[in-house]
Protein backbone atom coordinates (compact mmCIF):
# COMPACT_ATOMS: atom_id res chain seq x y z
CA UNK A 1 0.00 0.00 0.00
CA UNK A 2 1.22 3.65 -0.80
CA UNK A 3 2.80 5.60 1.97
CA UNK A 4 1.52 9.10 1.23
CA UNK A 5 -1.40 10.80 2.73
CA UNK A 6 -3.91 11.22 -0.21
CA UNK A 7 -5.25 14.39 0.38
CA UNK A 8 -8.49 14.48 -2.21
CA UNK A 9 -8.49 11.07 -3.18
CA UNK A 10 -11.24 9.95 -0.89
CA UNK A 11 -11.39 6.20 -0.60
CA UNK A 12 -13.80 3.93 -0.74
CA UNK A 13 -13.71 1.53 2.32
CA UNK A 14 -11.66 1.41 5.17
CA UNK A 15 -8.23 -1.05 5.10
CA UNK A 16 -9.48 -4.02 5.06
CA UNK A 17 -7.31 -5.91 7.22
CA UNK A 18 -8.19 -5.06 10.73
CA UNK A 19 -5.27 -2.62 12.92
CA UNK A 20 -4.55 -2.96 16.21
CA UNK A 21 -3.73 -0.15 18.38
CA UNK A 22 -3.07 1.05 21.88
CA UNK A 23 -4.42 4.40 24.12
CA UNK A 24 -2.57 7.02 25.69
CA UNK A 25 -4.15 9.49 28.20
CA UNK A 26 -3.00 12.19 30.18
CA UNK A 27 -4.85 13.01 33.66
CA UNK A 28 -3.57 17.05 34.04
CA UNK A 29 -4.65 19.89 36.89
CA UNK A 30 -8.32 19.78 36.37
CA UNK A 31 -9.27 16.31 35.13
CA UNK A 32 -10.50 13.65 37.26
CA UNK A 33 -9.75 9.70 36.77
CA UNK A 34 -13.16 9.52 36.30
CA UNK A 35 -13.32 12.56 33.36
CA UNK A 36 -10.14 10.53 32.22
CA UNK A 37 -11.74 6.88 32.00
CA UNK A 38 -14.77 8.65 30.00
CA UNK A 39 -12.66 10.46 27.22
CA UNK A 40 -10.42 7.41 26.64
CA UNK A 41 -13.47 5.04 26.23
CA UNK A 42 -14.82 7.88 23.76
CA UNK A 43 -11.04 7.54 21.76
CA UNK A 44 -11.93 3.47 21.60
CA UNK A 45 -15.30 3.91 20.45
CA UNK A 46 -13.81 6.32 17.77
CA UNK A 47 -11.00 3.84 16.91
CA UNK A 48 -13.41 1.00 16.25
CA UNK A 49 -15.25 3.14 14.41
CA UNK A 50 -12.37 4.00 12.17
CA UNK A 51 -11.38 -0.01 11.87
CA UNK A 52 -8.72 -0.12 14.58
CA UNK A 53 -9.23 -2.39 17.96
CA UNK A 54 -7.55 -1.32 21.07
CA UNK A 55 -5.51 -3.63 22.84
CA UNK A 56 -3.96 -1.62 25.88
CA UNK A 57 -4.56 1.83 27.33
CA UNK A 58 -2.02 4.14 28.96
CA UNK A 59 -2.59 6.54 31.43
CA UNK A 60 -0.14 8.71 32.98
CA UNK A 61 -0.63 11.74 35.27
CA UNK A 62 1.25 14.69 34.39
CA UNK A 63 0.99 18.52 35.26
CA UNK A 64 1.42 19.26 31.84
CA UNK A 65 2.42 17.29 28.37
CA UNK A 66 6.28 16.50 27.89
CA UNK A 67 7.70 18.76 24.96
CA UNK A 68 8.97 15.25 23.13
CA UNK A 69 6.94 12.26 24.18
CA UNK A 70 3.59 14.33 25.51
CA UNK A 71 4.26 12.11 28.28
CA UNK A 72 7.05 10.89 30.21
CA UNK A 73 10.27 9.39 28.79
CA UNK A 74 9.66 6.50 31.18
CA UNK A 75 6.17 5.79 30.28
CA UNK A 76 7.11 6.56 26.39
CA UNK A 77 9.28 3.35 26.84
CA UNK A 78 6.85 1.24 28.73
CA UNK A 79 4.46 2.06 25.55
CA UNK A 80 7.39 1.19 23.64
CA UNK A 81 8.30 -2.11 24.80
CA UNK A 82 4.65 -3.04 24.73
CA UNK A 83 4.66 -2.47 20.89
CA UNK A 84 7.53 -4.39 20.50
CA UNK A 85 6.33 -7.34 22.34
CA UNK A 86 2.54 -7.32 20.73
CA UNK A 87 3.29 -7.35 16.38
CA UNK A 88 -0.02 -7.03 15.63
CA UNK A 89 0.06 -3.33 16.90
CA UNK A 90 0.56 -0.89 13.82
CA UNK A 91 -0.45 2.26 15.62
CA UNK A 92 -0.41 4.00 19.17
CA UNK A 93 -3.14 6.56 19.49
CA UNK A 94 -2.99 10.10 22.28
CA UNK A 95 -6.62 11.47 23.50
CA UNK A 96 -4.87 14.71 22.67
CA UNK A 97 -3.16 16.85 19.61
CA UNK A 98 0.58 16.48 19.08
CA UNK A 99 2.64 18.65 17.47
CA UNK A 100 4.48 17.79 14.16
CA UNK A 101 7.96 17.45 16.45
CA UNK A 102 6.43 14.94 18.89
CA UNK A 103 4.91 12.61 16.03
CA UNK A 104 8.70 12.61 14.48
CA UNK A 105 9.88 11.72 17.82
CA UNK A 106 7.50 9.55 18.92
CA UNK A 107 7.70 7.35 15.70
CA UNK A 108 10.94 7.10 15.33
CA UNK A 109 10.98 5.89 19.02
CA UNK A 110 8.06 3.49 18.17
CA UNK A 111 8.33 2.72 14.71
CA UNK A 112 4.56 2.13 14.44
CA UNK A 113 2.15 5.07 13.26
CA UNK A 114 1.42 7.93 15.80
CA UNK A 115 -2.14 9.47 15.83
CA UNK A 116 -3.37 11.69 17.53
CA UNK A 117 -7.46 12.37 18.42
CA UNK A 118 -7.99 15.18 15.90
CA UNK A 119 -6.26 13.18 12.74
CA UNK A 120 -8.83 10.21 13.74
CA UNK A 121 -11.56 11.70 13.58
CA UNK A 122 -10.56 13.67 9.83
CA UNK A 123 -10.06 10.23 9.25
CA UNK A 124 -13.06 9.27 9.56
CA UNK A 125 -15.08 11.96 8.44
CA UNK A 126 -12.66 11.45 5.48
CA UNK A 127 -14.68 7.91 4.90
CA UNK A 128 -17.71 9.20 5.77
CA UNK A 129 -18.04 12.39 3.16
CA UNK A 130 -20.46 11.52 0.60
CA UNK A 131 -21.95 14.81 -1.15
CA UNK A 132 -19.29 17.65 -2.31
CA UNK A 133 -19.68 19.79 0.56
CA UNK A 134 -18.38 17.21 3.00
CA UNK A 135 -15.91 16.66 1.30
CA UNK A 136 -14.29 20.13 0.51
CA UNK A 137 -15.15 20.58 4.11
CA UNK A 138 -13.31 17.83 4.93
CA UNK A 139 -10.26 18.34 2.51
CA UNK A 140 -10.36 22.15 4.34
CA UNK A 141 -9.81 20.62 8.06
CA UNK A 142 -6.99 18.35 6.99
CA UNK A 143 -5.11 21.02 5.03
CA UNK A 144 -5.79 23.37 8.38
CA UNK A 145 -4.20 20.50 10.27
CA UNK A 146 -1.75 19.61 8.64
CA UNK A 147 -0.38 23.27 7.83
CA UNK A 148 1.44 23.86 10.99
CA UNK A 149 3.03 20.12 10.85
CA UNK A 150 4.57 20.46 7.66
CA UNK A 151 8.11 19.84 8.62
CA UNK A 152 6.64 16.98 11.01
CA UNK A 153 4.59 15.40 8.50
CA UNK A 154 7.17 15.14 5.51
CA UNK A 155 9.59 12.98 7.45
CA UNK A 156 6.90 10.80 9.37
CA UNK A 157 4.72 10.43 6.24
CA UNK A 158 7.61 8.65 3.91
CA UNK A 159 7.22 5.75 6.67
CA UNK A 160 3.39 5.24 6.84
CA UNK A 161 2.22 2.23 5.30
CA UNK A 162 -1.28 3.93 4.52
CA UNK A 163 -4.62 2.95 6.91
CA UNK A 164 -6.12 4.84 9.82
CA UNK A 165 -5.24 8.47 9.78
CA UNK A 166 -3.74 8.22 6.37
CA UNK A 167 -6.40 8.70 4.04
CA UNK A 168 -8.60 11.88 3.17
CA UNK A 169 -8.90 14.34 0.84
CA UNK A 170 -6.19 16.44 -1.03
CA UNK A 171 -3.27 16.10 -2.96
CA UNK A 172 -2.37 12.79 -3.94
CA UNK A 173 1.82 14.11 -3.07
CA UNK A 174 2.72 15.76 0.00
CA UNK A 175 3.86 19.35 -0.37
CA UNK A 176 5.49 20.73 2.45
CA UNK A 177 5.72 24.45 0.87
CA UNK A 178 3.32 26.20 3.31
CA UNK A 179 2.27 28.70 0.39
CA UNK A 180 0.94 25.75 -1.97
CA UNK A 181 -0.71 24.84 1.41
CA UNK A 182 -2.13 28.12 2.01
CA UNK A 183 -3.25 28.69 -1.44
CA UNK A 184 -5.63 25.03 -1.32
CA UNK A 185 -7.01 26.67 1.99
CA UNK A 186 -8.08 29.79 -0.13
CA UNK A 187 -9.75 27.81 -2.70
CA UNK A 188 -11.39 25.69 -0.57
CA UNK A 189 -12.94 28.57 1.25
CA UNK A 190 -14.06 29.88 -1.92
CA UNK A 191 -15.42 26.87 -3.00
CA UNK A 192 -17.51 26.41 0.42
CA UNK A 193 -18.87 29.67 -0.02
CA UNK A 194 -19.82 29.22 -3.62
CA UNK A 195 -21.90 26.03 -1.89
CA UNK A 196 -22.81 28.11 1.21
CA UNK A 197 -24.67 30.33 -1.53
CA UNK A 198 -26.43 27.83 -3.32
CA UNK A 199 -27.20 25.66 0.21
CA UNK A 200 -28.93 29.69 1.10
CA UNK A 201 -31.09 29.64 -2.18
CA UNK A 202 -32.10 26.24 -1.38
CA UNK A 203 -33.41 26.90 1.76
CA UNK A 204 -35.36 30.11 0.75
CA UNK A 205 -36.95 28.64 -1.97
CA UNK A 206 -38.41 26.08 0.89
CA UNK A 207 -41.08 28.65 1.43
CA UNK A 208 -42.88 29.37 4.26
CA UNK A 209 -42.38 25.87 6.18
CA UNK A 210 -41.37 25.78 9.67
CA UNK A 211 -38.06 24.17 10.13
CA UNK A 212 -37.09 21.49 13.13
CA UNK A 213 -33.37 20.49 13.94
CA UNK A 214 -32.59 17.63 15.66
CA UNK A 215 -28.99 17.99 17.59
CA UNK A 216 -27.16 16.15 20.42
CA UNK A 217 -23.88 14.68 21.02
CA UNK A 218 -22.52 12.04 18.39
CA UNK A 219 -24.36 8.20 18.52
CA UNK A 220 -27.68 9.23 21.02
CA UNK A 221 -30.09 7.88 18.06
CA UNK A 222 -30.81 11.17 16.26
CA UNK A 223 -30.88 9.31 12.62
CA UNK A 224 -32.89 6.60 14.25
CA UNK A 225 -35.57 9.63 15.16
CA UNK A 226 -35.29 10.85 12.02
CA UNK A 227 -36.28 7.62 10.99
CA UNK A 228 -39.27 7.50 12.92
CA UNK A 229 -40.59 10.73 12.52
CA UNK A 230 -40.33 11.22 8.83
CA UNK A 231 -40.93 7.58 8.17
CA UNK A 232 -37.89 7.68 5.80
CA UNK A 233 -34.36 5.57 5.31
CA UNK A 234 -31.97 8.09 6.96
CA UNK A 235 -28.40 6.13 7.60
CA UNK A 236 -27.73 4.77 11.14
CA UNK A 237 -25.65 2.57 12.95
CA UNK A 238 -24.04 2.18 15.96
CA UNK A 239 -20.92 4.20 15.52
CA UNK A 240 -19.68 8.01 15.76
CA UNK A 241 -20.51 10.41 13.14
CA UNK A 242 -22.90 7.87 11.43
CA UNK A 243 -24.48 11.05 9.90
CA UNK A 244 -21.97 13.61 8.72
CA UNK A 245 -23.88 15.30 5.69
CA UNK A 246 -27.35 17.01 7.05
CA UNK A 247 -30.49 15.51 6.07
CA UNK A 248 -33.72 16.82 5.47
CA UNK A 249 -37.45 15.44 5.00
CA UNK A 250 -40.37 17.17 5.16
CA UNK A 251 -42.64 15.64 7.57
CA UNK A 252 -46.59 16.01 8.15
CA UNK A 253 -48.20 15.75 11.38
CA UNK A 254 -52.31 15.47 10.38
CA UNK A 255 -52.18 17.98 7.93
CA UNK A 256 -49.36 20.19 9.28
CA UNK A 257 -46.08 20.40 7.25
CA UNK A 258 -42.66 21.22 8.74
CA UNK A 259 -39.44 20.33 7.27
CA UNK A 260 -36.80 18.09 9.83
CA UNK A 261 -33.35 17.89 9.60
CA UNK A 262 -30.79 15.65 11.20
CA UNK A 263 -27.43 17.60 11.23
CA UNK A 264 -23.72 15.96 12.11
CA UNK A 265 -23.40 14.97 15.88
CA UNK A 266 -21.09 16.66 17.73
CA UNK A 267 -18.82 15.49 20.54
CA UNK A 268 -16.50 16.38 23.56
CA UNK A 269 -12.61 17.82 22.14
CA UNK A 270 -13.52 18.25 18.63
CA UNK A 271 -10.82 19.98 16.75
CA UNK A 272 -11.41 23.62 15.79
CA UNK A 273 -10.35 23.55 12.38
CA UNK A 274 -13.16 20.76 11.90
CA UNK A 275 -15.92 23.00 13.75
CA UNK A 276 -14.99 25.86 11.53
CA UNK A 277 -14.68 23.60 8.43
CA UNK A 278 -18.33 22.79 9.23
CA UNK A 279 -19.96 25.79 10.32
CA UNK A 280 -22.02 25.53 7.07
CA UNK A 281 -23.59 22.51 7.47
CA UNK A 282 -25.35 23.44 11.00
CA UNK A 283 -26.61 26.17 9.29
CA UNK A 284 -29.73 24.35 9.24
CA UNK A 285 -29.14 24.60 13.25
CA UNK A 286 -29.02 28.27 13.32
CA UNK A 287 -31.84 28.86 10.45
CA UNK A 288 -34.35 26.44 12.63
CA UNK A 289 -37.31 27.53 14.23
CA UNK A 290 -37.63 24.42 16.85
CA UNK A 291 -34.17 22.14 18.20
CA UNK A 292 -35.10 19.26 19.19
CA UNK A 293 -32.07 18.03 21.66
CA UNK A 294 -31.68 14.49 21.98
CA UNK A 295 -29.50 12.98 24.47
CA UNK A 296 -28.60 9.37 25.45
CA UNK A 297 -30.18 9.58 28.83
CA UNK A 298 -28.20 5.51 29.64
CA UNK A 299 -24.99 7.05 29.06
CA UNK A 300 -23.25 7.59 32.56
CA UNK A 301 -22.03 10.96 30.98
CA UNK A 302 -24.50 12.40 29.75
CA UNK A 303 -24.64 15.82 31.43
CA UNK A 304 -21.20 16.49 30.34
CA UNK A 305 -23.02 15.51 26.22
CA UNK A 306 -25.59 18.18 26.90
CA UNK A 307 -22.77 20.78 27.99
CA UNK A 308 -20.93 20.39 24.48
CA UNK A 309 -23.95 20.68 22.91
CA UNK A 310 -25.27 23.83 24.39
CA UNK A 311 -21.68 24.88 23.86
CA UNK A 312 -22.09 24.30 20.40
CA UNK A 313 -25.01 25.83 19.99
CA UNK A 314 -24.09 28.77 21.84
CA UNK A 315 -21.71 29.28 19.39
CA UNK A 316 -24.28 29.18 16.28
CA UNK A 317 -26.37 31.86 18.08
CA UNK A 318 -29.04 28.95 18.49
CA UNK A 319 -29.20 28.67 21.91
CA UNK A 320 -32.55 30.56 22.67
CA UNK A 321 -34.54 28.71 20.13
CA UNK A 322 -37.73 27.32 21.37
CA UNK A 323 -35.95 23.61 21.92
CA UNK A 324 -37.67 20.15 23.29
CA UNK A 325 -35.53 17.69 25.44
CA UNK A 326 -35.94 14.43 24.10
CA UNK A 327 -34.35 11.63 25.84
CA UNK A 328 -33.75 8.59 24.41
CA UNK A 329 -32.87 5.00 25.30
CA UNK A 330 -34.69 5.01 28.12
CA UNK A 331 -35.40 1.40 27.72
CA UNK A 332 -31.05 1.39 28.57
CA UNK A 333 -31.75 3.38 31.28
CA UNK A 334 -34.19 0.99 32.94
CA UNK A 335 -31.84 -2.14 32.35
CA UNK A 336 -28.88 0.10 33.60
CA UNK A 337 -30.62 1.49 36.78
CA UNK A 338 -33.52 -0.40 37.77
CA UNK A 339 -33.75 -3.33 39.90
CA UNK A 340 -35.15 -6.45 38.42
CA UNK A 341 -37.81 -6.57 41.42
CA UNK A 342 -38.49 -2.76 41.74
CA UNK A 343 -42.24 -2.18 41.59
CA UNK A 344 -43.93 -0.60 38.34
CA UNK A 345 -45.22 2.48 40.27
CA UNK A 346 -41.58 3.14 42.30
CA UNK A 347 -40.37 2.74 38.91
CA UNK A 348 -42.31 5.74 37.30
CA UNK A 349 -42.21 7.82 40.37
CA UNK A 350 -37.84 7.52 40.42
CA UNK A 351 -38.55 8.62 36.34
CA UNK A 352 -40.98 11.09 37.17
CA UNK A 353 -38.35 12.87 39.38
CA UNK A 354 -35.63 12.45 37.23
CA UNK A 355 -37.83 13.57 34.35
CA UNK A 356 -38.90 16.92 36.68
CA UNK A 357 -35.10 17.71 37.79
CA UNK A 358 -34.27 17.95 34.15
CA UNK A 359 -36.61 20.37 33.45
CA UNK A 360 -35.95 22.65 36.55
CA UNK A 361 -31.85 21.94 35.09
CA UNK A 362 -32.07 22.86 31.54
CA UNK A 363 -35.33 24.93 31.29
CA UNK A 364 -36.36 23.12 29.17
CA UNK A 365 -40.01 21.03 28.32
CA UNK A 366 -38.49 17.07 28.38
CA UNK A 367 -39.68 13.80 27.53
CA UNK A 368 -38.85 10.03 27.98
CA UNK A 369 -38.52 7.79 24.66
CA UNK A 370 -36.85 4.49 22.83
CA UNK A 371 -36.57 5.10 19.13
CA UNK A 372 -35.65 1.61 18.66
CA UNK A 373 -38.64 0.21 20.65
CA UNK A 374 -40.73 3.17 19.44
CA UNK A 375 -41.54 4.10 23.15
CA UNK A 376 -43.45 7.22 23.66
CA UNK A 377 -43.04 8.19 19.88
CA UNK A 378 -46.48 9.34 19.60
CA UNK A 379 -46.13 11.52 22.75
CA UNK A 380 -43.15 13.07 21.18
CA UNK A 381 -45.05 13.76 17.45
CA UNK A 382 -47.55 15.38 20.01
CA UNK A 383 -45.03 17.35 21.72
CA UNK A 384 -43.30 18.43 18.25
CA UNK A 385 -46.96 19.24 16.87
CA UNK A 386 -47.32 22.25 19.33
CA UNK A 387 -43.68 23.40 18.69
CA UNK A 388 -44.66 23.76 15.03
CA UNK A 389 -48.26 25.33 15.60
CA UNK A 390 -46.45 27.77 18.01
CA UNK A 391 -44.64 28.69 16.06
CA UNK A 392 -46.51 28.91 13.05
CA UNK A 393 -48.78 31.49 14.68
CA UNK A 394 -45.76 34.07 15.57
CA UNK A 395 -43.83 33.64 11.92
CA UNK A 396 -46.63 33.38 9.99
CA UNK A 397 -49.59 34.93 11.70
CA UNK A 398 -51.39 36.49 8.69
CA UNK A 399 -51.44 32.74 6.65
CA UNK A 400 -54.57 30.80 6.92
CA UNK A 401 -53.65 27.48 8.33
CA UNK A 402 -56.09 24.34 7.61
CA UNK A 403 -54.80 22.20 10.75
Known sequence: MGNE???????NSLKKEKEFAVIVGLITPGTTVEQNSEYLDELEFLALTAGAVTKKRFVQKLSHPDKRYFVGKGK?????EYVEMNEDINMVIFDDDLNGKQVSILEEEMKVKIIDRSSLILDIFANRAQTAQAKTQVELAQMQYMLPRLRGLWTHLERQKGGIGMRGPGEKEIETDRRIVNDKITLLKAKLNKIDVQNSTRRKNRGSVIRVALVGYTNVGKSTLMNILSKSEVFAENKLFATLDTTVRKVVLGTMPFLLSDTVGFIRKLPHHLIESFKSTLDEVREADVILH???IAHPQY???????TRTLKDLDALTKPTLMVYNKIDLY????????LEEQTKEEILGELKENLVN???HEAIFVSAIKKENISEL???IKIKVEEQYAVRYPYQTKTW
Not at 76 to 80: A, D, G, P, S
Not at 303 to 309: G, L, N, P, Q, T
Not at 334 to 341: M, Q, S, V
Open 76 to 80: MEEIR
Open 303 to 309: EDHIASV
Open 294 to 296: VVD
Open 381 to 383: RGL
Open 334 to 341: REKYFDAY
Open 5 to 11: WTLGEKK
Open 361 to 363: NYD
